[in-house]
């Protein structure tokens, strides 16, 4: 599974690291969810997904750059407490997560950009197993809005926020007891990163302003 989700990674960031953009640290915070496993023993099992606040790496190949479509990849690492409500059990999720944001620029300038667009996002997430033993996985997309400011030359501050609505299927078996059950769920769920990041191989937005104006300029008298 490790070799997988290794290749699965670097099969997704490839495109990212072979261009000039941005590097750097994410900070992502989940409020959690509740949801319901269809499928476990005969019937269903409900739990909440408690709140955390993980951490990850970030790669964005249009920080500086005066173009419409940015692309953001993410790692990330975090654990979530799990309440089992209708069984009383509580146990925690290490969680995984790769996500890839293409955020359409809808507003730019000099040092500010704002864009909108989907993400696509993929979860492995598995239990400490003192109770539970569980593994699951997760596919969902979400829509999400982000904020980048360039600080300087070299250093970008971001913020987005995303809704995220996601298809999970697992195996669970508690405690070793009984059989293992396969099960799916939905959740919807509401996520905000926090990234600081580092450009590398861009010309300034300034430098591409000024050149479009130009551009505009000379062309203007042509345009009649």
Known sequence: MNKITSSFAAALLLPVLVQAGGIGLVLPVGLGHSETLDGTYGGNLDRDIGSYVGFGLVFDNNLGKN????????????????????????????????????????????????????????????????????????IGIAPAVSLNWNINESLTLSTDLDYKFQYNFGDLSANSYYTSQSYTSVTSDLTARFYIMYRYGESNINEDIDLETQSNGNEGPLSN
């Open 67 to 138: 173009a419409l479509v940015n692309k953001r990849t993410v790692i990330e690492y975090s654990s979530q407490a799990v309440d089992t409500k209708n069984a009383s059990y509580k146990y925690s999720f290490t969680t995984w997560n790769i996500a890839t944001f293409y955020g359409y620029g809808v507003y730019k300038t000099n040092n500010l950009r704002i864009g909108v667009g989907p993400r696509i996002n993929v979860q492995y997430a598995y239990s400490d197993k003192a109770l539970y033993d569980d593994v699951e996985m997760g």
